[in-house]
């Protein structure tokens, strides 16, 4: 096989397998017993290590200032407007996530933009957070819900979105499953 060839075809296998294993999640956890503070994010690929979603400044313990890093990938989301609990930023190298509640006071329907993408999120029980699904399937299906039933430390995801879509999208979900199902401790 020419050599030109085969250095083609071993930067097509490489870059499909970089964009396919960074991308699926299944699962987050507390990061140290019943603070709400650090999270573990757990990937498909177990050859990636475990990402990390913390609070900013966890000594302050305010609850308006998240940043991530997972796979090389680091974000940071902040809350738009202080005392404004419905509006949040997600800043990803080259993304900028929107994340708004569809209705003004209701915590529990989210609508996350991104580029060409519109995503909306919601509880999936209404008040009841412990399920949460991405409402549009125009891109495939995200749920996260929590392993055991009143226990909202460890939480499964089912990851069955399209391959395009960014980790940020994925991550924006996976923050607001925890900010509004966790107490603020």
């Known amino acids: 096989m020419p050599f030109r060839l085969s250095l083609f075809l071993y930067f097509i296998f490489c870059s499909g397998l970089d ?6 999640l299944t699962g987050f956890a507390v990061e140290y017993g019943d603070t709400f503070k650090e999270w573990k994010v757990i990937p498909a690929d177990l050859d990636i290590n475990l990402g990390e979603l913390n609070l900013s400044w966890p000594h302050k313990l305010e609850w308006n200032d998240w940043e991530y890093q997972l796979d ?13 609990p419905d509006e949040w930023e997600l800043i990803d190298g080259e993304y900028i996530v929107s994340i708004k509640n569809q209705w003004r ?10 580029d060409d993408y519109t995503l909306r999120f919601e509880s999936k029980y ?3 957070t412990e399920e949460w699904t991405l409402a549009t399937d125009k891109h495939g299906a995200f749920d996260i819900f929590t392993e055991y039933e009143g226990d909202p ?3 499964i995801i089912e990851d069955n979105l399209d391959e ?3 980790l940020a999208l994925k991550m924006a979900m996976v923050f607001l499953a925890i900010h509004y ?3 603020h401790r």
Do not use: M, Y
């Not at 964009?19 to 699926?24: D, H, K, P």
């Not at 090389?72 to 404004?84: A, L, T």
């Open 164 to 166: 395009d879509v960014p």
């Open 181 to 183: 199902s966790v107490p």
């Open 105 to 114: 006071g209701d915590l529990t329907i989210w609508k996350i933009k991104c």
């Open 153 to 155: 430390r460890d939480w």
């Open 19 to 24: 964009s396919v294993s960074a991308q699926e």
């Open 126 to 128: 209404g008040n009841l």
């Open 72 to 84: 090389g990938r680091f974000g940071r989301f902040r809350q738009k407007w202080i005392n404004r």
